[in-house]
């Protein structure tokens, strides 16, 4: 059981040659501005915690927090062009939207 609401947000993505360019952290901005809107108290999502952009992302300008490392999720074979068949490890990341931070 969850002690709040919470959005899931799966797959946001920037196109490669976008990156680098804040749109990723503005998605982001509007999706908290929208889960508050319709009431939920965090959103949850998952990141490749070995991708220095997702760190710095994600847990640095953002604040979210990790929850829960889970290895190899999807298995070796998974998006092998993306990943070349290293591991998919998972980090469950939750970014409370009621902080002064956020």
């Not at 999706?31 to 490749?48: C, M, N, P």
């Not at 490890?89 to 956020?102: G, M, Q």
Request: no cysteine; proline share 5%.
């Amino acid at each position: 059981m969850h002690p709040e609401p919470f959005l899931y947000s799966d797959f946001l993505v920037v196109v490669a040659d976008a990156r680098s360019l804040g749109i990723g952290f503005e998605m982001k901005r509007l999706q908290a501005l929208l889960a508050l809107e319709r009431g939920f108290a965090s959103v949850r999502w998952t990141v490749d915690p070995l991708r220095a952009a997702n760190a710095r992302l994600n847990l640095e300008r953002l604040g979210a927090l990790g929850v829960k490392y889970t290895r190899n999720k999807y298995g070796a074979g998974f998006a092998s062009g993306l990943y070349g068949g290293m591991p998919t490890d998972r980090l469950l990341l939750r970014w409370p939207l009621h902080t002064e931070r956020t």
